[in-house]
Nanobody, 129 residues
Framework: VQLQASGGGSVQAGGSLRLSCGAS????????VGWFRQAPGKEREFVAAIGWGGYIKYYQESMKGRFFIYRDNSKKTVYLEMNSLKAEDTAVYYC???????????????????????WGRGTLVTVSS
């Protein structure tokens, strides 16, 4: 499956953005999807993840209540809604798809980039204070 992240941009602190991760092929509902981000000079970190039907969701603890992940399989798209943005949210955001099929396996793996099989190009989010 080929992924494309979009929706990044520049926003002031306290603002909101919605990122989209679209798939161009494949049966999108076969994949769990995660969002990761990487700030300059830092390692890639987990942001949020969503299971195949959209019912299972995981968030980085520091983003709970500010970020929301959801998906529309009919549109082959996963969204990441980001609110109350802070300067420290500035990063390139990536979406990735995992071909794991068992919820138990995914629950133990969702936060690790190495457990994802397909990656899209990132989209830059810049938050100014």
């Amino acid at each position: 499956v080929q992924l494309q992240a979009s929706g990044g941009g520049s926003v002031q602190a306290g603002g909101s953005l919605r990122l989209s991760c679209g798939a161009s092929d494949g049966t999108f509902s076969d994949y769990a999807v995660g969002w990761f981000r990487q700030a300059p000079g830092k390692e890639r970190e987990f942001v949020a993840a969503i299971g195949w039907g959209g019912y299972i969701k995981y968030y980085q603890e520091s983003m709970k209540g500010r970020f929301f992940i959801y998906r529309d399989n009919s549109k082959k798209t996963v969204y990441l809604e980001m609110n109350s943005l802070k300067a420290e949210d500035t990063a390139v955001y990536y979406c990735a798809a995992s071909s794991m099929h068992k919820p138990g396996d995914y629950s133990a793996s969702y936060r690790y980039p190495s457990r994802y099989d397909y990656w899209g190009r990132g989209t830059l989010v810049t938050v100014s204070s």
